[in-house]
C-alpha cells in the first residue's frame, strides 16, 4: 500500500504541470486558475473570517477521500481516485496562492 502522493510520482502526475503540450498540463492549470478565482470571490464577499476556511477545508476532505479511495481500490481503477486526488490538489493549490497573495498584499498595503 502506497500513499497517494507516491502513487502521483511514480505515475507522473506532478512532472504534467510542466510540460505545456500535454492535455493534461491544460487541465491542471485550469483546475487551478477554479481554485484560484473561488477562493479570490469567497476572501472578497466573505463577512466572518471562517468563511475564508471553508473551500481549503472541503479541498483536505476531498484530500483524504482520495487518499482513502487509493489505500482501498487495487487495480487499474485505483487510476480515478488517484486523477480525483490530484485535481483536488490542484484546487487546493490555486486557493494557497490566492491566499499567500492576498496576505502579502495586505500587509506590504497595510504598513
Known amino acids: 500500500m502506497q500513499l497517494a502522493i507516491v502513487q502521483a510520482a511514480e ?6 504541470p510542466f510540460f505545456p503540450w500535454e492535455v493534461l498540463c ?3 492549470w485550469a483546475f487551478f486558475a477554479i481554485g484560484g478565482l473561488l477562493q479570490w470571490l469567497v476572501l472578497k464577499k466573505a463577512r466572518s473570517g471562517w ?5 481549503p477545508g472541503l479541498l ?18 485505483r487510476l480515478a481516485p488517484l486523477f480525483g486526488w490530484w485535481l483536488c490538489l490542484a484546487v487546493l493549490l490555486g486557493v494557497a496562492a490566492v491566499t499567500a497573495v ?6 506590504t498595503l497595510g504598513s
Open 11 to 16: 505515475v507522473g502526475l506532478f512532472q504534467v
Open 26 to 28: 491544460w487541465i491542471f
Open 51 to 55: 468563511a475564508a476556511w471553508v473551500l
Open 60 to 77: 483536505v476532505l476531498g484530500l483524504l477521500a482520495g487518499e482513502i479511495g487509493c489505500q482501498t481500490i487495487t487495480g487499474w481503477e
Open 102 to 107: 492576498r496576505a502579502v498584499r495586505r500587509r
